[in-house]
């Protein structure tokens, strides 16, 4: 009842609120911990309980390649991953055995091998060695790892117990070291030439299969057929510029032939992989088998998601029995450049039969997704991915399901996901139709796409919406768009309204609209950073800086200030009114502890509603009252999910929830049932935190 009481003076005393001062909280000590359900999206693991020897567990944010041992033991390479887990073990079950402690940034993540002994690996262009994995355990490669072994631009590596091959692309040759019995390497080499070296591969009598590509040649690729020598051996599998070749790996186990088979991913438009008999072969192939849907993800239903519709081919691999290993990132606008990160891995076994056994999945990078508003949140979209949440389901991480991977790159080259840093995505709703808004990791534009172009394939509408550079940029649930912030002319705030959808459904716009910024941010020391407008209740929330709370120096220019407003009835009065409320948040810059990003979802008849405001360093989410904006709680997430929230100077600590580093890292939404959902950016994991509460 006090709820109804107080909404209604926020429309009714509006001319009070006019002449009169204001409510001011000081957001201080919210000590009352918030009874939420932690949950999460994006990826196989929640990032905490991380087994004896291992400091994290997630799947890693990108995967560049793979090498799969003969037990079944997965190893995954990639250029980046957030919380430094550039290397990574899985066992034939799919489970995370292995990955470094520390931070480990690559600059090439293109080759990983191992043998009965030691690992070998490229990290920031050195090869590397930890010891190898024994069954059943787990352990930190970080422990064990060598100094640098080899320095070169290595995209390829291959190993028996005695003896490491090396694609050394720099100097056109492949590198033949002795292998000393501590892991570490002879010095003085043998060698052969080979132009542009990639992927090696080794064959069940020790010969080598080699792929040999130039980046900067569309002509195509092929693979030769070398003895353990460097001899050759005269085979050699030719491909056009269709085929973009991404990974190799020798089927030894002859269980689906009595012949080696070599297998190679394909990443070009049939996004599959090919399978070439080389028994008894003199010369080049005359045919081969796909394994997967030619055409991947894209064949049948467009963008849907189901076995063996693959999509961004990055690597190939194959075990003892014939089970068949895929390692996938969303590829991106050029076949040379497999560097997916933001479009998220996948790595997936199959049996010989194409019989999915597992997948882990690692999709979410600098990304923070939105609930659809007209399907109470039961649909979920980042950029390039869908999610189906089951609200049902109440175990943690169990909630999400990958449905649908909306980009296609084939069909719509230009599509500006594929070279616009798009991190954060709003779903609106206009006439009916799903429409996507999506800006940078600091704001500054509007991307828009129409969704279900064919299948689940969104493309980019004809609406243009130029960057203006504000990092207050915001779409309302009517497609109507505001700005305010540091570019000029930075003394307005800026409304275009949603006038529908054309013949063709892409979003139109009436008149820009221009509203002098109000109190406290009125004078020429105010500042705007975010905005917010819920058009149920016609009220704007804005967030800066002015005299009395300045930016403090180690705080960027993305962050959102220390000031949150709240101004009701704004356009019924043409942007004459004053604050409603006004907090001022905490921060502790000393501690990376201050607010990035905030969110309000309100209940529909405007008598409830919160303001979710989520900090950078220290992971965690003040709520607030949007009848007067007073405190009513803080969400934290229970580490025994998700890992602890543990910042260093360097960032968060390996195993620890990531920074919130965008300026819409947070997206609220209120369901049918009276239960508010949250999602937040937690890119050190490569996942998004999913909260549920019920006031």
């Known amino acids: 009842m006090a709820y109804k009481q107080l909404r209604v003076s926020r429309f009714s005393m509006i001319a009070f609120t006019l002449a009169s001062s204001f409510s001011l909280v000081h957001a201080q000590g919210l000590s009352n911990s918030l009874n939420v359900e932690t949950s999460w999206i994006g990826n196989s693991f929640g990032g905490a309980n991380a087994p004896s020897g291992l400091y994290q567990v997630h799947v890693p944010d990108d ?34 055995v292995a990955g470094p402690s520390d931070q480990g940034y690559n600059e090439n993540g293109y080759a990983i091998t191992a043998n009965d002994n030691f690992i070998y690996y490229v990290n920031g262009g050195k090869v590397f060695a930890s010891a190898a994995p024994k069954a059943g355990g787990s352990y930190d490669l970080a422990q064990s790892r060598s100094g640098s072994l080899v320095q070169t631009d290595v995209r390829g590596l291959a190993a028996t117990d005695g003896t490491l091959y090396v694609s050394d692309n720099t100097n056109g040759q492949i590198l033949i070291y002795s292998i000393n019995q501590d892991g570490t390497l002879a010095s003085n080499p043998a060698s052969f030439s080979l132009s542009y070296p990639r992927g090696l591969a080794l064959g069940s009598d020790g010969s080598l299969w080699i792929v040999e590509a130039n980046d900067n040649s569309s002509s195509g690729a092929q693979v030769v057929h070398y003895d353990g020598s460097g001899n050759n051996l005269g085979d050699v599998i030719n491909f056009d510029g269709s085929v973009a070749l991404t990974g190799i790996a020798v089927d030894t186990s002859h269980m689906q032939s009595p012949d080696d088979l070599v297998l190679i991913s394909d990443n070009g438009q049939d996004q599959d992989i090919k399978i070439y008999d080389v028994g008894n072969l003199t010369g080049s192939p005359t045919g081969y088998n796909s394994f997967g849907n030619v055409g991947g993800v894209y064949s049948n239903t467009k963008g849907q998601i189901a076995a063996l519709k693959f999509k961004g081919l990055t690597g190939v691999g194959v075990d003892g029995s014939g089970n068949i290993y895929v390692s996938q990132n969303g590829g991106r606008d050029s076949v040379n450049n497999l560097d997916g990160n933001a479009f998220g891995a996948e790595l997936e076994k199959y049996s010989p039969s194409g019989n999915q056994q597992w997948s882990r ?40 399901s990958y449905t649908g991977f909306t980009l296609d790159r084939f069909e719509f080259p230009s599509d500006s996901r594929l070279s616009a840093p798009n991190y954060t995505t709003w779903v609106r709703r206009i006439n009916g139709n799903r429409i996507l808004f999506t800006t940078g990791q600091y704001a500054g534009y509007l991307n828009i796409y129409k969704t279900n172009v064919d299948g689940d394939i969104a493309t980019d509408s004809s609406t ?10 915001y779409p309302d649930a009517n497609g109507g768009i505001w700005e305010a912030g540091t570019a000029q002319p930075s003394e307005y705030i800026i409304y275009t309204p949603s006038t529908g959808l054309d013949g063709n459904g892409n979003p139109t ?25 819920d058009a149920g209740s016609d009220t704007l929330y804005l967030a800066g800086w002015n005299s009395s709370y300045p930016q403090p120096g180690p705080i960027g220019d993305d962050g959102p200030g220390q000031i949150y407003t709240a101004y009701p009835g704004w356009l019924a009065n043409n942007g004459n009114v004053s604050p409603a409320w006004t907090i001022i948040s905490e921060q502790d810059t000393s501690n990376y502890d201050w607010p990035e990003s905030f969110s309000v979802a309100e209940k529909p008849d405007g008598t409830e509603g919160y303001l979710f405001l989520t ?10 009252s949007v009848i007067d904006g007073s ?3 803080t ?19 390996s195993g620890a929830i990531g920074n ?10 209120r369901r049918s049932n009276g239960e508010y959902v949250i999602l937040n950016e937690e890119d050190n994991q490569a996942k998004n935190l999913l909260f549920r509460w019920v006031p």
């Open 63 to 96: 995967i560049d390649t793979i090498y799969v041992d003969s037990a079944g033991n997965v190893y995954t390479n990639t250029t980046y991953d957030e919380a430094g887990e550039t290397q990574a073990v899985f066992d034939p079950n799919g489970n995370l």
């Open 361 to 400: 999945l690692g999709l979410e990078f600098v990304t923070r997704a939105g609930f659809d508003p007209g399907d109470d949140g039961q649909d979920v979209y980042d950029t390039w991915h869908h999610f189906n949440l089951n609200w049902q389901n109440n175990t943690p991480g169990s909630e999400w």
């Open 464 to 473: 243009s919406y130029p960057a203006q550079g504000y990092y207050a940029i």
């Open 635 to 653: 969400i934290t997430a229970d580490p025994s999910l998700v890992g602890p929230s543990i910042q260093t100077s360097e960032g968060p600590s």
């Open 509 to 533: 716009y009436g008149s820009t609209q221009s509203f002098n910024r109000p109190a406290p941010f009125s004078g020429s020391d105010g500042i705007i950073r975010r905005a917010q407008y």
């Open 660 to 669: 919130v580093d965008m300026p819409y890292g947070i997206d609220a939404f």
């Open 631 to 633: 405190a009513v709680g």
């Open 615 to 624: 900090f950078s360093g220290i992971h965690k989410i003040q709520v607030f």
